[in-house]
């Protein structure tokens, strides 16, 4: 069946201006996550949705960064007046629920956003 | 707060040939899962084997197995047999049992001479 996936693959955009990163899950899997790549870096956990709420979004960086998920299926990551250190991939997981704690997370191939 | 280091950023193996990564995590939970992904640079995150702290057999996965020491928090990954489609970024993860999300360590770039 068809895997996570993410639009765009790459986005260039000017400091400044607000940008959205779309994710669509696994069908089935109630379980989303956000997690950001920065260049040597490992994945920084971002914000997870159960359904359509999202009971951690501990690891957002700053009020600029929210996400939310419409009908327990698409999420969105919106990043408003983007600075250069939001330059980074952007990866969506999903699995099929968050209370197995043993199944794995499926992860899209990412968004790679470039601020200039 | 859950860590895990892993503290060599490079590796590299002769194709055929047997290499472990190095793991080390920092937790005071006795229920939690364990997990390597491999990332090629196609970008997409793949799991590569799984563990159950409560388990003491290791897993393994045909050349993938791990040497998991519960005691030292340790969770190495060796790879048998090593092939060229092995060569990728190796992330290991950590995740309990009251805490939904992943932790991750910071990787290690893995090559494979021919």
């Known amino acids: 069946g068809a895997g996570v996936s993410q639009s765009p693959s790459n986005k260039v955009t000017e400091k400044g201006k607000d940008v959205e990163l779309r994710c669509d899950p696994i069908s089935g899997h109630t379980a989303l996550y956000w997690y950001r790549q920065s260049l040597g870096q490992g994945l920084e956990f971002l914000i997870y949705f159960q359904g359509n709420s999202a009971p951690d979004k501990s690891g957002l960086p700053s009020d600029r960064f929210s996400a939310e998920r419409t009908g327990g299926s698409v999420s969105t990551l919106t990043i408003q007046r983007t600075q250069q250190e939001d330059s980074a991939v952007y990866l969506c997981?999903?699995?099929?629920?968050?209370?197995?704690?043993?199944?794995?997370?499926?992860f899209g191939n990412g968004t790679r956003l470039t601020v200039t | 707060a859950q860590t895990v280091t892993q503290s060599q950023p490079e590796m590299s193996v002769q194709e055929a040939e047997t290499v472990t990564l190095s793991c080390t995590y920092d937790t005071s939970e006795s229920d939690y899962y364990l997990f390597w992904y491999k990332q090629p640079p196609s970008r997409q995150m793949i799991l590569v084997i799984r563990?159950?702290?409560?388990?003491?057999q290791n897993a393994t996965e045909n050349r993938f197995s791990v040497n998991f020491q519960k005691a030292a928090k340790s969770f190495s990954l060796k790879i048998s047999d090593s092939q060229l489609g092995d060569a990728a970024m190796y992330f290991c993860?950590?995740?309990?049992?009251?805490?939904?999300?992943?932790?991750f360590g910071k990787g290690i770039t893995l090559s494979v001479r021919p």
């Open positions: 993860a950590y995740r309990n049992g009251a805490n939904s999300k992943l932790t």
């Open positions: 997981a999903s699995s099929i629920r968050s209370s197995l704690y043993n199944s794995p997370l499926h």
């Open positions: 563990q159950e702290a409560y388990k003491q």
